[in-house]
C-alpha cells in the first residue's frame, strides 16, 4: 500500500512539473480563492468573539415598582430562581442604586443636590445563560417577567440584540456564498488544468485502456494531481493570509482595551487550518474527477 501510494504520489508530481505554467496558475488561482474564503472565516472568528465578549457581559434589568412589598419581593427572587434562562442575578436596592449613580458622578455631585426623595428603583441583574441570549428567547423572558407583581420595566437593549443577530446571520450567509462560488471556481480551474494534462496522454491512456487497466487505475493519479493542485494552492493562501495577519495586528492591539477577547484572539486555529488544507485538497479531486470523467465517458 505504501509503495502504491509513493508511486501515485511521484506520478502527480511528475505530472505536475509536466504542466508548466498551466499547474502553477492553477495553484495561484486556488490560493487566490482560499485567501478570499480565509479572510471571510477570520472575521466570521473574530466576530464571534466579540458577540461572545458581549454576551458575557449582557445582563437584563428588572426594575421594580417602589410599592412592593417584601412577600412580592421574596415571591419575585424566587420565580428568577427557577427560571431556567437565568445564569445568575444580583438584587440592587433604592439606596444601592442612589450611591452607584452618586459614584459615577463623580465630581459632579452637586448635580444631585435639592434631589429630594430618591427616584431610582430596585431591581434585579439578571445575567443570561448562552442559548437563550436571541432575539426571540429574550422577548419570550421579558414578556412572562414583565407579568410577575411587582415589576415596574424590563430593559435589555431590544433593538442592539435584533441588530446584533441580523449583522451575525449576514455574514455567515455571505461567507457561505462566497466560499461556495469560490470553491466551484477553483474546482473548474483544477477541472480544465487537469483536463489538459489527460488530453495530453490521450494515447497513452487508451493503450491501458487497451490491456485492461480500470477506469480506477487510470483515474487515480489524476486525483492524487488534484488533490496536490489543491493543497499547494490551500498552503500558499495559509502562508499569505498568515504574513498579512502578522501585519495587521497591532491594529488588533490598539482596540484591546475595548474587545480584549477580540484582540486575543490570535490567527486560525490550527483544526482550521487543516481544515483549510484538507478542503482545498478535496476541492482539487473534484476538479480532476470532473475533467477524468468526461474523457472516460468520451
Do not use: C
Not at 7 to 17: E, G, K, Q, R, S
Not at 70 to 85: F, H, N, S, T
Amino acid at each position: 500500500m505504501i509503495e502504491k501510494l509513493k508511486y501515485l504520489l511521484t506520478h502527480a508530481l511528475i505530472n505536475l512539473v509536466r504542466a508548466g505554467w498551466g499547474g502553477l496558475a492553477s495553484i495561484a488561482s486556488i490560493a487566490v480563492s482560499f485567501v478570499i474564503i480565509g479572510i471571510f472565516i477570520l472575521v466570521i472568528q473574530h466576530f464571534n468573539a466579540l458577540i461572545a465578549e458581549w454576551q458575557e457581559q449582557f445582563q437584563v434589568s428588572v426594575f421594580l415598582d417602589d410599592q412592593i412589598t417584601p412577600l412580592q419581593l421574596d415571591m419575585l427572587k424566587g420565580r428568577i430562581e427557577k427560571e431556567a434562562a437565568v445564569k445568575t442575578f444580583t438584587f440592587t436596592s433604592k439606596v444601592e442604586a442612589l450611591a452607584n449613580f452618586r459614584r459615577e458622578l463623580k465630581g459632579q455631585e452637586s448635580l444631585l443636590e435639592g434631589l429630594g426623595d430618591n427616584p431610582l428603583p430596585a431591581s434585579f441583574q439578571l445575567k443570561i445563560r448562552e442559548g437563550y441570549q436571541s432575539s426571540e428567547a429574550l422577548k419570550t423572558l421579558s414578556s412572562f417577567l414583565s407579568r410577575l407583581e411587582g415589576v415596574e420595566d424590563i430593559q435589555y437593549g431590544q433593538e442592539w440584540v435584533e441588530r446584533m443577530s441580523r449583522v451575525a446571520r449576514l455574514i455567515r450567509l455571505l461567507g457561505t456564498i462566497i466560499g461556495s462560488v469560490l470553491t466551484l471556481g477553483s474546482a473548474m480551474i483544477v477541472s480544465n488544468t487537469i483536463r489538459l494534462a489527460v488530453y495530453a496522454r490521450a494515447q497513452e491512456i487508451e493503450i491501458m485502456r487497451l490491456v485492461g487497466a480500470t477506469k480506477a487505475y487510470i483515474r487515480a493519479p489524476f486525483l492524487v494531481e488534484g488533490m496536490l493542485q489543491g493543497s499547494l494552492g490551500a498552503a500558499l493562501a495559509l502562508g499569505v493570509l498568515f504574513a498579512a495577519y502578522r501585519f495587521v495586528a497591532p491594529t488588533f492591539n490598539l482596540v484591546s482595551s475595548l474587545f480584549p477577547t477580540v484582540a486575543g484572539q490570535g490567527f486560525l486555529e490550527s483544526s482550521m487550518m487543516a481544515g483549510l488544507v484538507g478542503g482545498g485538497a478535496a476541492v482539487g479531486a473534484l476538479g480532476s474527477s470532473l475533467a477524468v470523467s468526461r474523457f472516460l465517458k468520451m
